[in-house]
Structures are given as C-alpha cells and as structure tokens.
C-alpha cells in the first residue's frame, strides 16, 4: 500500500499550501533518473556528433563570403535547369504511383483485422518495415550499381521505399474501420474478396489517395538529392555546382527548387480538396 498522503495545510489568508515534496517517495525517484539518464544520453550524443560551437563561428564568415558572390543568379541555362526539375518530377510522380498501385493490395493484406493469412501478414509486414526503414537514397545507390546511372534507378529506390511507407499508413487506417460493416458484409454470405471489393476498398481510398499525395510532396523533395548519388534529377546539377565552386549557378538551381516544390504543394493540396 501507498503511503498516506499529508493533509493540505490551510494558510492564513484562506488558502491552501503546496504539500511538501517527498525526495525519498519511489515516484519522485524515478523520475529524477528519468531526467538524469536522458540528460546523460543528451550529452553523449553530442559528443558523438562532434558539435563544436565554435567551428560554426569560424565557418559563417566562409559561409557569407560565399553566399556575396552567388548574387546574381546565372540565368544562362534555365531551359538545362527547367529539364532536369522536370525529371525530378517526374521520378518522384512515376515512382509514387506505381508505389501506391502495389501499396493498394499490399495494405490489406498486412491489416490485422481483415488480413486472410495471419502469417502471410506477419512476413509481409516485416518486409514493408524493411522497406520503410531504409532510406530512399540508400535504395537508389543500390540501383545505380544494379540498373547504372540515370533517372531510372531513382525511380525504383523510390518506388520501394514508398510501398513501405504508403503500405503502413493505409493498413492502420484499414485497422480502424468499425467492425459492424465487415461482419454485416460477412453475414450476407459475401467472400473475403467481395467483402475487401465493396467494404473495405471504398472506405478506405479516400486515405489512400491522402496518404499518396502527401508521399509524392515529401518525394518530391527528396528526388532533388538523388542526382548526388548518380539518380537523376536536378540533384546531379547542384553537385556539379558545388564540386566547381559555382555559387551563381548554385543559386539559380536552389531557387529552381524552391520553386518546384512550392508549386507542388500547391497542386497536392488542391488534389487533396478534389479526391479526399
């Protein structure tokens, strides 16, 4: 049993004193090492991650002079420029799209409460986590090796780190569904095809739909670096920028991508009012 708490004090004035902390009470303790071991995890990270204050003073000077001779803009090659957004686009497009088309049925069949195969679940998951949890890039250096160079083995890391990630996110939306409907639908004599055809599919495309816009944006974004890797895109320009010191043109490619994803969040979010 817990130990009996201290009735409140009455003050003078009518109100009530704050009870006494008790250090030595279990709670309390807990607490304190809670606060003390994420404190000391704090720190060994940032150990770890070499952050020195410091360095960063020494750098911005660097980091200004640069940023002076960038102005103005290098405008010679917009229509090189226009391309290569464009093909970031459209890695982005191409490989969400088909990432969703295989997410669809993927995610039925890893929801708990509909899967047919519980074990056929239990791999399939393990599969789509793997997927999800390593990056995009990391999969499109691996295709660059296996397919070479170019916007294709873009498309395909993007493609497989995208089915785990949309997979996920429409089987939790399918777990939430109300029982009622399945086991209504189950009760006309329906089969699990039919019931997944006319019950589950329906209600849950509008968050299919979400979720694969709301990917395609974060993609988007992300296929402006796979170029660095050999995959395509505007990436391979803001490299080469780099590598040659070519601030002005580095300018140009950054606003070229700010641009680029602007408008694609734009577009997302009025897709989003019309489907969803």
């Known amino acids: 049993m817990s130990a009996p708490t201290a009735a409140p004090r009455r003050l003078a004035g009518g109100g009530y004193a704050e009870p006494a902390l008790d250090w030595r009470s279990g709670a309390v303790q807990r607490r304190i090492a809670t606060a003390v071991g994420l404190a000391a995890f704090v720190a060994v990270c940032i150990v770890v991650a070499r952050v020195d204050p410091l360095a960063l003073a020494r750098g911005l000077p660097r980091l200004a002079q640069w940023a002076a001779t960038a102005w103005p803009p290098n405008l010679n090659e917009l229509d090189a420029i226009a391309l290569r957004a464009f093909e970031t686009v459209a890695i ?151 590598d040659l010191l070519d601030f002005q043109r580095l300018l140009t490619l950054s606003m070229a991508v700010l641009l680029m994803v602007a408008a694609i969040d734009r577009l997302s979010a009025w897709l989003r009012r019309r489907l969803v």
Not at 96 to 123: D, E, Q
């Open 92 to 242: 982005a497009t191409v490989g969400t799209l088909a990432a969703a088309i295989v997410a669809a049925p993927l995610s039925v069949l890893i929801a708990r409460n509909v899967a047919p195969s519980p074990r056929l679940a239990v791999a399939l998951r393990a599969v789509t986590n793997a997927c999800r949890g390593i990056d995009t890039v990391v999969f499109a250096i691996l295709f660059v090796a296996a397919v070479g160079l170019g916007p294709f083995a873009g498309v395909l890391g993007m493609l497989v780190h995208s089915i785990g990630v949309i997979a996920k996110l429409n089987a939790e939306a399918i777990e939430t569904l109300p029982r009622a409907p399945l086991e209504a639908a189950a009760l006309t004599g329906a089969g699990h095809a039919k019931i997944m055809a006319h019950t589950v599919l329906p209600a849950v495309l509008p968050n299919l739909a979400s979720v694969s816009l709301y990917v395609w944006e974060a993609n988007v974004r992300t296929s402006t670096v796979l170029g660095i890797v050999g995959a395509g895109g505007i990436g391979i320009e803001i490299k080469a920028a780099i």
